[in-house]
């Protein structure tokens, strides 16, 4: 018997040792399943959920010099990661001035980064339909 499956829509045949399999077995298809598993599982499983938050405490205890060895390893990416750091604070920041005409003309090249119509100035951050 052949099902559908819930990803990608595709018809396949179930494993016959899982006769309730209910994704085919294509990489995508199988990543998106494991992700939905983890999130509904960590949601409702509080011990799961402790377990999840524990371990890369465990790891960066007992690896403490991970980072630094890797920033001075990766140079190239550091940088990349602290330009990258700039224009999300810039972003942060001219959100918070959303009523500020002048904001995006203080603060050069940062135009790009903001939506004309701000959510402030929106109820429940929505902006009107066209033509309404």
């Not at 938050?53 to 690896?63: A, E, F, G, N």
């Not at 940062?110 to 339909?129: R, T």
């Amino acid at each position: 018997m052949n099902r559908r499956c819930l990803y990608c829509r595709q018809v396949f045949q179930p494993n016959r040792y899982h006769p309730q399999q209910r994704v085919c077995s294509q990489p995508a298809c199988q990543s998106q399943r494991r992700s939905d598993y983890h999130r509904q599982k960590i949601a409702f499983d509080p011990v799961y959920q402790q377990v999840c938050l524990d371990s890369p405490r465990k790891w960066r205890k007992t690896h403490p010099d991970y980072w630094k060895k890797y920033r001075q390893d990766h140079p190239r990416q550091v940088e990349r990661n602290r330009r990258k750091q700039r224009l999300r604070n810039q972003k942060r920041r001219l959100s918070n001035l959303a009523n500020n005409t002048l904001a995006p003309s203080q603060m050069p090249g940062v135009e790009s980064l903001i939506s004309p119509i701000s959510c402030k100035q929106h109820p429940f951050g929505v902006a009107p339909a066209a033509g309404l």
